[in-house]
Each structure stands twice: as structure tokens, then as C-alpha cells.
């Protein structure tokens, strides 16, 4: 609880820590060891820490987000400039070696309720990491609503052996299209894993003429294709139905999915931010409302004891979303 005193600079933050929360899914450099930290005074703020560095990696505070949402035009009166800046200062002075690591702008972007603004780590052969630093501000009053990195040790990976397009080539076969119509975008990722591309957005249509859209990460030494997905929002995705898991906190869930966060609403519930995608959950429910469609739960949202329960297998939909246009699909954050 110290680190969060010292990251808000704030002593005197009266505070509640959750138990030691560990997640050893994929390969051992992307296992997790974490506390939840949350201000009990107003509950209007919540910090996450890295059990094994003491470093706060996430922090949300919820009463800076504006009571009324825009889509479509951004709310003011600072400027996107102006909101970049103050996010950049932030990040500054939060991200030791924000400097020095090869952090860059790569993505900025408007979220209906302020801007948010990513930097990312890029190495040799222009190959993104999962080492990364978000800040999002509220464009009223420059108010920090949110604060999320990863820290790992730099990879070192080895050169890329085959292109962009033969990386889209292979998908095309994996995908079992006929034709490719168009790529998003495609980048290249590293990890201590090794190196891989990464394709959103790839559009085919199969023998059928049947037309589809994927999003796939291909080893960028052997070829070979490591995942292929539905973006969600896709129409093959939408109308999504929850069926697996057993109920847990909607907070433990978003901790295990890159960028989540979660707007508390108390008693009607929350309002989960995952890329550009929205959910808002309310108890007694079981759908979910989001940018992408309804999804249809297999039990209804309960909130039990101040905590918001649903169903694990929510986790993958969260997961899907968090997918970026820019290769970070494989970060675990």
C-alpha cells in the first residue's frame, strides 16, 4: 500500500488491499503476481501492483470520467494537443525509463469519455513489444482517469524470415480463403518467445464466395501460424453467448485482460473498457449491452457483497476486444 501512497503522493490514502492474485497462464515471462489495491474513503479509486517489483502498473480513478458520454465528437474544453501533453508528463514521471526504453506514440485516440493516449516499446527489425505505458485524461479539467504499463526485460529477438505478405499468404491457407481482400494492418511483435507478425483485419472470401474477417499472429522465423481470430464485432462474432465458467468478480476478470478497465457504478452495476470496446453490466441482468452487440449470458449479474459477479467465460469475449490495430494482441499487461 506504500507504493500506491507514492505513486498518488498522497500519505495519507486510507486503503484496502486484496489478497496476493497470481496468473500463470502462457509462457512463464507473461505470469502475473499482483495486489489490487483500492481507496476506501470515497471508493472512487483503484491502483494495481506488481507483487514481485512494488511498481504500481495500473491506477483508475473513477470520478474522472464525465457523467455524460460522446461518441462521435470529442468533449472539451483541452484540445487533444493539450490532453496529449498533460498524458505525456504524466507517463514521464510515473514510467522510470520512459526515456530511454524506445518508448513511442502508438496510439491515441478518443474514447467517448476522454483521450487516451499508448506508448510502446520498438526495437530492432521496427518490431513492437509488450512494454508499454497508457494514460487517459479527461478533456474537461485534465484529470487523469486512467494509468496502465508493462515492464519486461527488452527480447532480443532474432531476425524476421519471411515477409508481411508471406506471413498473409500462410493465413490465407490456415483461413481457407480463395482470395484475400485486404489486410488492416500488419506489424511485427516481439517477445521472449521470439518474433511474429501480426495481421488485423485480414478480409478473404472462401470457395463459396463465402466473406469473412480474422485477425492472426504468424511466426515471423518459421512460418508457421500460431492463432488465428474473430475480432469481436465481427458478424460472425456478434451476438456472442457466455456459457462456461463459474461466476467471478468482473474486477478479477478485467486484471487479466490488457488495457481492461472497469468504471464502477455501485448498486447499477459497471460500465468495462477494453480498446474501443464498451460493456456495461447491471445486476439482475443476463445480457450484456456493448459497441459489438448483445451478449447473452449463461447465469444473470449479481452483486454480491460489493462485488459484481459474472460468469469466467466472459474472460475470452475481454480478452478478443483487447486485441490493438498495432500488434499488441499478445502483450499480457
Known sequence: ?????????????????????????????????????????????SWTVDAMTG????????????????????LGPLTQEACRQIAE??????????????????????TGEGWSFDWQQKITHD????????????PTDGRIQGYGCRRIPTPTPPAP??????????????????????????????TPDGISWVLMGVQGNDAEGVWSICNARVDAVSGEVLSISEPWGSPSSA?????????????????????AKVHWLGKDGAKVFVGKERYMLVPGKDTIESTGGTIKLSA???LVDGRLMVPSGLLDILKSASAPKKARQSAAR
Open 1 to 45: 500500500m506504500d507504493a500506491v501512497r507514492v505513486f498518488a503522493g498522497d500519505g495519507g490514502l486510507q486503503l484496502e488491499c486484496s489478497e496476493l492474485k497470481q496468473y500463470a497462464e502462457g509462457s512463464e515471462w507473461s505470469h502475473r503476481k499482483i495486489y489490487v489495491v483500492d481507496e476506501v474513503q470515497t471508493e472512487q479509486a
Open 55 to 74: 511498481e504500481a502498473i495500473r491506477a483508475c480513478h473513477y470520478d474522472a470520467y464525465p457523467d455524460e458520454q460522446s461518441w462521435d465528437t470529442p
Open 89 to 110: 508528463d504524466f507517463a514521464r514521471s510515473k514510467y522510470s525509463g520512459f526515456e530511454t526504453v524506445g518508448l513511442h506514440l502508438n496510439k491515441q485516440e478518443w
Open 127 to 138: 518490431a513492437w513489444t509488450p512494454n508499454h505505458v497508457r494514460v487517459d485524461v479527461n
Open 161 to 190: 524470415q519471411i515477409t508481411a505478405a508471406q506471413a498473409i499468404d500462410a493465413v490465407k491457407v490456415g483461413k481457407g480463403f480463395v482470395t484475400v481482400l485486404q489486410t488492416e494492418s500488419s506489424s511485427l511483435f516481439a
Open 239 to 259: 451476438g456472442s453467448s457466455v456459457t462456461a465458467g463459474e461466476s467471478t468478480s468482473i474486477r478479477d476478470l478485467a486484471a487479466k485482460v490488457p488495457g
Open 300 to 302: 444473470k449479474i449479481k
